[in-house]
């Protein structure tokens, strides 16, 4: 046991991978780790829709995905303002896609049964940034219920 404990306080951590360039891909990443976290209550059925969402979009599997995830966790720490991320998103993205990533904001937000007010205000800033139109903002909302 005492080789044990010797060995935890004298033997370093392992290195963090380095922070990966923001793109779009991780900006979308970011800004659903960031609307689950908003709450201050990060649970598992909001995990999970992160991870079925990034594993669909960037066609991973679920190890895969739950590294990105990760790693998009680590970027919501480091990162720039969630406007800025929607820009970034709004600028490289078309509409139909920035759509689907209104839908995938509101998914995450209703994954654990429970909208916020601060999960909507959050959403409802980033899809102004990302351009997404009134009538299709409330027609993402109401997609996002997961059957």
Not at 46 to 66: F, K, S, V, Y
Not at 82 to 94: N, P, Q, Y
Not at 97 to 102: E, S, V, W
Not at 110 to 127: G, N, P, S
Request: some cysteine.
């Amino acid at each position: 046991m005492f080789e044990r404990l010797t060995h935890f306080f004298t033997h370093k951590t392992p290195q963090q991978l380095p922070l990966p360039e923001m793109d779009a891909k991780y900006a979308l990443g970011t800004l659903l780790v960031r609307v689950a976290q908003v709450d201050r209550a990060y649970l598992f059925e909001e995990i999970e829709q992160i991870d079925r969402t990034l594993a669909a979009w960037n066609n991973i599997g679920p190890i895969e995905a739950a590294k990105m995830r990760a790693m998009c966790e680590r970027l919501s720490e480091h990162s720039s303002s969630s406007e800025d991320l929607a820009d970034l998103i709004r600028d490289h993205v078309d509409y139909a896609h920035r759509l689907d990533a209104a839908q995938a904001l509101w998914r995450v937000a209703v994954a654990d049964k429970i909208t916020d007010e601060r999960e909507a205000a959050l959403i409802d800033l980033v899809e102004n940034h990302l351009g997404v139109e009134q009538p299709d903002s409330a027609a993402a909302r109401a997609a996002a219920v997961i059957p």
